[in-house]
């Protein structure tokens, strides 16, 4: 089992920074690939970005050269730098964990962290 704590949202003018930090406990050891995912007011649940355990990343293009996801396996935490913002940004943001002891293999999901760029 594992447990996920997101944190570090609020409100942002256009431009400016954000930094999203998502803290896990539990089973760690068996965590791979974490990420971020967000829900933007009346929109389904999308990709933000991916880190696999080795550290290689993936992003959606709507972000790519503004936000960088990073994780520190010995602390256990994900992070999700978010430069550059923008009013389409304005989320609920997810912290994501694929479990993968067999037999089982799980997604876990934080509470989510409320993301509102706005001038």
């Known amino acids: 089992q594992v447990l996920l704590v997101d944190s570090g949202g609020g409100l942002v003018q256009p431009g400016g920074s954000l930094r999203l930090s998502c803290a896990a406990a539990?089973?760690?050891?068996?965590?791979?690939?974490m990420g971020w995912y967000r829900q933007p007011p009346g929109k389904e649940r999308q990709l933000v970005a991916t880190?696999?355990?080795?550290?290689?990343?993936k992003y959606a293009d709507s972000v790519k050269g503004r936000f960088t996801i990073s994780r520190d396996n010995a602390k256990n935490m994900l992070y999700l730098q978010m430069n550059s913002l923008k009013p389409e940004d304005t989320a609920v943001y997810y912290c994501?964990?694929?479990?993968?002891?067999?037999?089982?293999?799980?997604?876990?999901w934080g509470q989510g962290t409320q993301v509102t760029v706005s001038s």
């Open positions: 880190i696999t355990f080795g550290g290689s990343t």
């Open positions: 994501y964990a694929y479990y993968n002891r067999y037999p089982n293999e799980k997604d876990y």
């Open positions: 539990g089973d760690t050891i068996s965590i791979s690939t």
